[in-house]
């Protein structure tokens, strides 16, 4: 698992790069972020960029399990069907401990998600409100064209949106991506060789 971890940071760092150097949301996005998550000299800077490792890694064994289960179940269903009573108990084992260990991931996941969301959430609104506040700018924008109405209470609906929304895209997106290479790996092992323009692709 821990090859499979690495590709996903390092994929995930090059695919978010890309995007924000070369999409104009992508660059939006890095006006907003880019100053939460970058570190400075005290170790609490760093906090952002852990937390963000540590979904990655639950995202990753969590699909992990996901496979285990897959394999489980197989195993348990072809004992089932073989009427093989030592393999049923067994299997029926340890499907329960993948599904205890399963939980615990996913109260892992929540604490995590909802933990980085909430110290997000908390800087974004230092950040944006001394904007709002800095050179008198909340008064300056009542003669603007098309004034704001209710501006602290759009930065606080904005912000959580943005954050909670950030978040579940790109951990939604790499479970995804992440559960794809591997049950198509668990598809190529149990099909047949695959022909493709003319070249075969054996079975694994």
């Known amino acids: 698992m821990t090859w499979v ?7 995930f760092a090059l695919v978010s790069w890309l995007l924000m150097r070369y999409t104009r949301w992508g660059q939006q996005f890095a006006r907003l972020a880019v100053r939460y998550f970058t570190p400075s000299r005290t170790w609490l800077s760093w906090r952002p960029i ?22 489980s179940n197989n195993g348990l ?13 067994r299997y029926l084992i340890i ?7 399963h939980v615990i991931f996913a109260l892992l996941v ?8 909430l110290q997000w959430r908390t800087a974004m609104n230092n950040q944006i409100i001394g904007d709002w506040l800095d050179g008198r700018a909340y008064y300056r924008s009542q ?10 209470q759009r930065i606080q609906e904005d912000i959580r949106s943005f954050t909670t929304d ?5 951990i939604g997106a790499v479970n ?7 049950f198509s790996f668990i598809l190529w092992q149990l099909s047949a060789p695959l022909p493709i323009f003319g070249v075969e692709i054996p079975e694994q």
Do not use: K, W
């Open 77 to 89: 269903y072809t004992s089932l069907q073989e009427l093989n009573q030592g393999d049923f108990v």
């Open 166 to 170: 950030s978040r579940n895209l790109a």
């Open 176 to 182: 995804s991506v992440v559960s794809l290479v591997s």
């Open 5 to 11: 971890f690495l590709i996903t940071v390092v994929g």
């Open 110 to 117: 929540y604490l995590a998600a909802n933990t980085f969301i």
């Open 50 to 71: 852990l937390t963000v490792l540590l979904m990655l890694l639950l995202t990753v064994a969590s699909v992990r399990i996901d496979v285990l289960a897959t394999y």
């Open 143 to 152: 003669f603007t064209e098309s004034p704001v109405d209710n501006p602290d």
């Open 95 to 101: 499907f329960a401990i993948i599904a205890t260990v």
